[in-house]
């Protein structure tokens, strides 16, 4: 056999053979260890799933998170996203066979989730993002993945903390809320923080495919209402920009915002989430209850 | 892009045509598949609306060769793509398209190209249209013979992930001896061929993870051993048989993943198998071990996309709807299989074998997860868990089976079969809550030829279980008009249903059309939903009402 024939290729393979990347500590050296960060800050986990009340395989998805909170209890801030064709109201999507011909009226579409479709683009229904882990490669999962990967971000350490003060007048339905918070590690970078409301136990319609017939009346858990920052948008605000320091805070407040009538106050809760601007990955999330 | 794709195509035939390849002896070759489906919202078979009311899937293959150069491409369409495919996949565009030229012994494809390394432990591109799986390499590829019986491969590139391609750079290296064949002049009297083999396969992939570090660069490496021995049974009647062992291992690296939860535990496999055939009888003996072998171009996909390797599944592939009710579908995480298959013949004018003979067939499979240890280790070294080889765990699958085919007469034969099965819907589809579903299938396939142009098929099947969505049957009647026409009618009832209005009666008719190469076939009906696998990579079929197409042809 003539060697040289092989020698090329022969020390190809050896340097690929060197090329490994052995790791012998998996954390981040120098940032707070363990789940609980530096400062004993809990890491929770912002879950998003996108439904529509005539997707009838939604249901799974929103049991799925149900099974989270139930595995999780608060490190798992839930927030479920109306959007698409699966969430237009009767009146466009058309009533499934022998619904009643008032079933599925509502719009539960809102401007800051469609400005979330828009960008993320879920490719079908149900899916949802984990912290906005990934983005723009594969973000959106469907069901059976958001377990993985919320253990996953939980195992991290927390790199921020976020909280949420405010006054309520339940009967004026006016709110006031301060974000503060702080980056409890030295970054860079630009950081925005979200504010929005949730819903929980919405009671309409929705079709579910293990119910025969599929339309049933449903309470609708964790609905994304509208944003209490920037209303109609899905973008936030500035929290932190530049070269950031460990304990460096940001706190931004926003006043008299009205809370809308037709929803319910006492089911409501205040959601804020800070993430990176240029990866749109979720660093904290935190929930609050309105009143 | 497209432009660019048609531009290179022509630009490499046109160099063929200048190195003094006559373009007149060239030959253009291709096939072409239209699939398309009308869809009805069906709420009692949980058949959702579809916006588009109509979805659609084509693809177009056109290979040119000439000499030692040949180059193609493959225009693919999803508009919009049909229910139970990965609706990534969206829109048109050429994502497979190759040029390869083969001087002797050494053969160099850039663009697209299919490959596998062994059993494809540590590296397979491939492509399943019935999957829509397509993992193929966009890249380089070289194979190189430098000796008799000294087979190199080589590649490089990104694998396909819908219309674009994943993040990671895949590099690999294959090498396989053949030692009879190297030395030839001293093994020529060696009955026994011994084949060697190895593998080295690299991934890099940035990492920004904020958190953790993650390795950029991957690597799998395989060993092999294939031993093919004939054995000579009978001196005077030259009768033969042949004995096939081979056996494969491959180690990776530390490859934390969403898959595997960012664990830093290096992945093991072990796949074995041992083979004897002669004529009228065949045995199979094969065993796998898989921990942590989810091996990705992308750290954070999921499903079937970014997959650089293939792990076999060690099951039957059933065809039957109802014996494929239950498919498995391989775990990367972890699993331990094991398949015994036996199939002989009982000799034609034997008491048993009858005047035709009678085929046989035995199989015997079993899938369990790793017996594992949790470490608890997630702030630390973050491995994971440890397992001991071949130790099982839960069970997943098990599938044991019997098939009888006989032919009665020379106008009638038949097919019957039977198999017990174990079913882990909650590993296998990755639900929650079912417990393992036991179930009994039973199949008798007849065909009856009355003429050598009209032939009629009749298919009953039987699903018995107590859990899940209960027990089915089904009924299938397809009648040949050789050599144009086939029309075909099915029903699958779920008769076990434990919701009444759930047992429902899936049925479908189709017609189709064969002249020549081409096929057209239209059918109107109810499909069940349910998990159609081929080789252990599964999608999930929705269920759907309405009219379909299918067009196919080649060239």
């Known amino acids: 056999m003539n060697i040289l024939k092989s020698l090329v290729p022969l020390c190809a393979a050896a340097a690929l053979l060197a090329a490994c990347d052995y790791v012998s500590v998996p954390q981040q050296v120098g940032g707070p260890t363990g789940p609980s960060g530096g400062n004993g800050v809990a890491k929770r986990v912002l879950v998003e799933d996108y439904t529509g009340h005539f997707c009838n395989n939604c249901p799974r998805a929103a049991e799925e998170i149900h099974t989270l909170e139930a595995q999780y209890d608060s490190l798992i801030i839930p927030i479920a996203v109306h959007v698409g064709n699966f969430a237009w109201p009767a009146s466009l999507y058309g009533l499934p066979n022998g619904a009643p011909s008032n079933s599925f009226p509502m719009d539960f579409r809102t401007p800051e989730g469609n400005d979330w479709e828009t960008f993320f683009q879920p490719f079908a229904f149900p899916v949802g993002m984990i912290n906005r882990y990934d983005y723009p490669n594969n973000h959106m999962l469907t069901v059976e993945n958001w377990g993985g990967l919320v253990a996953q971000e939980l195992a991290k350490p927390a790199t921020a903390d976020i909280r949420i003060s405010h006054t309520y007048n339940p009967t004026t339905r006016m709110l006031d809320v301060t974000i503060s918070g702080e980056m409890l590690r030295d970054t860079s970078g630009t950081f925005f923080m979200k504010t929005v409301i949730t819903e929980d136990s919405v009671y309409e319609w929705q079709l579910d495919s293990e119910l025969n017939p599929e339309y049933a009346p449903y309470y609708h858990s964790h609905m994304l209402r509208g944003a209490v920052d920037n209303p109609g948008s899905g973008w936030g605000d500035t929290a932190v920009a530049g070269i950031i320091s460990a304990q460096t805070a940001f706190t931004r407040t926003y006043n008299n915002y009205q809370v809308n009538a037709a929803w319910n106050d006492t089911h409501c809760d205040i959601v804020t989430f800070i993430y990176d601007n240029n990866s749109k990955q979720v660093l904290q999330a935190a929930k609050k209850k309105l009143r | 892009m497209k432009k660019n794709h048609l531009l290179l195509f022509l630009c490499l035939a046109g160099a063929a045509a200048a190195q003094g390849q006559n373009l007149s002896k060239g030959e253009i070759h291709g096939n072409f598949e239209i699939d398309a489906q009308y869809y009805n919202p069906d709420s009692a078979i949980g058949a959702p609306a579809v916006p588009e009311k109509a979805l659609m899937n084509g693809w177009g293959n056109v290979i040119y060769t000439n000499g030692k150069f040949s180059a193609g491409l493959r225009y693919e369409s999803y508009l919009n793509v049909m229910q139970g495919f990965d609706p990534r996949y969206k829109g048109t565009g050429i994502p497979y398209r190759y040029a390869t030229y083969d001087n002797g012994g050494l053969e160099i494809t850039v663009g697209s190209s299919y490959d596998q390394f062994g059993s494809g432990l540590v590296y397979r591109a491939y492509e399943d249209r019935g999957l829509l799986y397509d993992n193929a390499l966009d890249g380089v590829r070289v194979r190189y013979t430098p000796a008799k019986g000294v087979y190199l491969k080589g590649i490089w590139g990104k694998q396909r992930t819908f219309f674009t391609t994943s993040p990671g750079i895949v590099r690999g290296f294959d090498g396989e001896v053949n030692l009879n064949e190297l030395f030839d002049s001293c093994m020529a009297k060696v009955k026994t061929q011994i084949i060697l083999g190895g593998s080295f396969v690299s991934k890099f992939q940035a990492d920004q993870d904020p958190t953790f570090v993650l390795p950029e660069n991957v690597g ?123 199939s002989f013949k009982l000799k034609k004018g034997t008491l048993l074998g009858g005047k035709y003979g009678t085929d046989i067939i035995l199989n015997y499979s079993a899938a369990y997860g790793l017996d594992s240890t949790n470490l608890h280790d997630e702030a630390g070294r973050r491995f994971g868990y440890t397992a001991e080889y071949f130790a099982p765990g839960d069970q997943y699958f098990q599938d044991i089976h019997i098939e009888i085919g006989k032919k009665l007469t020379n106008k009638l034969k038949g097919t019957l079969m039977y198999a017990s099965m174990y079913y882990n819907k909650n590993v296998i589809e990755g639900k929650s809550g079912y417990p393992l579903i036991p179930a009994q299938v039973a199949v008798l396939d007849v065909i009856y030829r009355f003429t050598d142009e009209i032939a009629l098929r009749t298919d009953l099947e039987h699903l018995y279980t107590k859990e899940d969505f209960g027990s089915w049957a089904l009924a299938l009647a397809e009648l040949s008009l050789a050599p144009h026409w086939f029309i075909a009618a099915m029903d699958q009832y779920n008769y076990g249903n434990k919701i009444e209005s759930k047992q429902i009666h899936y049925v479908n008719g189709q017609i189709g059309y064969l002249r020549g190469t081409s096929r057209i076939a239209i059918g109107y009906g109810k499909q069940r939903a349910g998990i159609f696998c081929v080789g252990g990579v599964c999608r999930f079929v929705p269920a759907s009402n309405g009219f379909t197409l299918v067009i196919t042809s080649s060239f």
């Open chain 2, 220 to 342: 799998a490496s395989a060993g092999r051993l294939n031993l093919i021995r004939d054995i000579t049974l009978n001196e005077a009647t030259g009768k033969k048989g042949q004995i096939n062992f081979y056996g494969e291992y491959a180690y990776k690296i530390n490859d934390p993943s969403t898959v595997n939860g960012l664990i830093y535990k290096p992945g093991e496999a072990i796949y074995s198998s041992v083979a004897y055939s002669q004529k009228g009888f065949g045995l199979l003996l094969a065993a796998k071990h898989i921990d942590n072998m989810n091996f990705r171009s992308d750290r954070t996909a999921t499903g079937n996309a970014a997959m650089i390797n293939y792990l076999p599944a060690l099951t039957r592939q059933h065809t039957y709807p109802l014996m494929a009710y239950y498919p498995y579908a391989t775990q990367p995480n972890g699993e331990v299989s094991w398949q015994a298959e036996m």
